[in-house]
């Protein structure tokens, strides 16, 4: 009696399960990889290029008080601010310190919101057209919420009446929180120079000194935007000394010589 031959389980359909299996597994160790550098290493070498770029900036220090060498305190100037040109595309022309986000917090501001070359590289980014900082209109910029040192990372924590400090060479801007909302990316009102004025409406004659910050929401995804916007409440010369706001919260204003450029933020 002939007997048949051992076959293995499965046959052919088996086997291709075996390799599926292989390369989902395969897969998955690569998306792994891949979160790990979205989420992780992006944010590393964006932090080191956001310090090397604060370390070259040629700007003067703040100035301190004779007798004791702590930093001097800036005068609140309210009456019109002194207002700098827009600069070329990609020029980093500011820096944002954000006190409710801790005392180490600051990120370089760059002309343009181009994803590759200024927020993916640079930090926060300045929508081009709209008001420079201390001007009428609003001063409208955008930073990346999630990866590539997410400079508005904690950008839904702000609360009304929050300090934003703005500092360009010469000048400090000192703004307030007013308020928040969520909007879709469409909706690029929130950036209009009065902030809810629809594209192509006549811009009526302006009051205000705005500042308004766009990112990404829900965290990781592109779905909506969140907004934040503030108000100027003064601003003062470098020369006279550092931000009472900045002061409090043990912000320290470093040369550029005394930056680490091997460190992050």
Avoid at 3 to 25: D, M, Q, T
Avoid at 133 to 152: E, I, S
Avoid at 206 to 224: F, N
Wanted: with cysteine.
């Amino acid at each position: 009696m002939r007997h048949a031959r051992g076959r293995r389980p499965g046959g052919v359909f088996g086997s291709i399960v075996g390799v599926v299996g292989e390369l989902l597994i395969t897969a998955g160790v690569f998306l792994g990889l891949f979160v790990v550098w979205q989420l992780w290493w992006t944010d590393v070498q964006a932090e080191r290029i956001h310090t090397q770029v604060l370390a070259e900036l040629e700007w003067p220090d703040p100035p301190k008080v004779e007798a004791d060498e702590g930093p001097a305190v800036a005068s609140e100037h309210r009456g019109k601010p002194p207002v700098m040109d827009e600069p070329a595309e990609g020029t980093v022309f500011g820096q944002l310190y954000v006190p409710r986000w801790g005392a180490d917090y600051v990120s370089p501001i760059a002309q343009g919101i181009d994803k590759a070359t200024i927020l993916d590289r640079l930090g926060i980014g300045h929508y081009p057209g709209t008001a420079m900082p201390g001007d009428l209109g609003n001063f409208a910029t955008a930073g990346h919420r999630t990866t590539y040192g997410k400079p508005y990372h904690l950008v839904a924590d702000l609360t009304e009446g929050d300090p934003l400090v703005v500092r360009t060479a010469k000048t400090w801007y000192v703004y307030r929180v007013t308020e928040h909302e969520i909007v879709y990316p469409n909706q690029v009102e929130v950036v209009s120079p009065v902030p809810g004025l629809e594209p192509g409406a006549p811009v009526p004659e302006l009051t205000q000194r705005l500042m308004t910050m766009t990112a990404c929401h829900p965290m990781y995804s592109a779905a909506q935007r969140y907004i934040v916007h503030g108000e100027l409440d003064y601003w003062a010369p470098v020369d006279e000394g550092t931000p009472a706001e900045l002061l409090d919260a043990g912000v320290e204003i470093q040369a550029a010589g005394d930056q680490d450029l091997t460190g992050v933020r």
